[in-house]
């Protein structure tokens, strides 16, 4: 990562608000030698990912082992097993920037410069079966320019959004040939909500688009081999082109908004379809441990 170049203002022993976390030497202690942050939405799948890592990674028992929140007081949850990271980003671009810039300066001051961030989450399909797991290439705004908008001072700069490639072609290159799900790489849009910013028409507010100018978007979309709305990517993918921090999402699809806009597989298909994206990074983590 080249973050010191955008670090102006922050040294050692700052205060990190969001995450209630000083930069002294005897916290950083603890981050010393990471080279995978892996993300999740929230504190609960972030917990139940490190479960999940030291069961396949150090063979320890997943129901008996109780993984510590790193971060106390904070709306952040993080997890650490061995060198990998486990943290939740909340939802939505907001969320997910504060992390970034927060987590980035606690890697960066405990001296982990080579390190990969994926996204391992939730999203909803769009053309693809429920279940199928999405690599993001490119991620899109929804008006479908491929950039992340950021207006500061009053000026609109657009960041380029390209995941890293050689990352998802390792993460394709760790997977067994026997999966009985699909694993796609394509695009993503990083929706404003869930509801009228992914087009749906089962939100609260009246939405000033019908079914003919939705189908119209859907085929706009499938042009630009666009297969998933979710809320997050824009800025993970803006952020690490700019700190030059190699990253990716792994996105499980909950349902083909072709098909509905309500999530209707019941809770132990989504619990199926939600192992999912976990099981991938699994692959990809043993394969790059194993090396
Ligand atoms: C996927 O799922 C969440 C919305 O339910 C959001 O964080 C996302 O990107
Ligand atoms: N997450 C989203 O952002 N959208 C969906 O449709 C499902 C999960």
Known sequence: MIIN??????????????????????????????TYVCMQGSPERAKDFARKLAHTLLGLNMTNFEPK??????????????????????????????????????????????IEYLRIGTSGGIGVEAGSVIL????????????????????????PTGMSVALNNKILAAQPTNLDFKVL???????????LGQARFDGVLKPRYDVETRRQYFSQIRQLNILNFEMESTALASFCNRAQIPATMIA??????????????TPETLAIYSNRSHSIALNYLQAELSK
Do not use: W
Not at 14 to 34: K, M, P, R
Not at 185 to 195: H, K, L, R, T, V
């Open 5 to 34: 170049e955008l670090l102006k203002d922050c040294s050692l022993n700052s205060y990190l608000y969001n995450i209630n976390l000083t930069l002294s030497e005897q916290q950083l202690e603890q981050f010393h030698g990471i």
């Open 69 to 114: 929140n790193m971060l106390k007081d904070s709306a952040f949850h993080c997890y650490r097993v061995g060198n990998i990271l486990s943290i939740s980003h909340g939802m939505g671009t907001a969320s997910m920037l504060t992390l970034l810039h927060n987590i980035s300066k606690v890697m960066y001051f405990a001296g982990n410069y080579d």
């Open 136 to 159: 993001t290439d490119t991620a899109y705004m929804p008006n479908l320019v491929p950039g992340y908008k950021v207006s500061a001072l009053g000026r609109d700069i657009i960041y």
């Open 185 to 195: 790489s394509g695009n993503s849009i990083a929706a404003d909500d869930f509801y």
């Open 252 to 265: 499980t699809t909950l349902l083909n908004r072709m098909e509905s806009d309500q999530v209707t597989a």
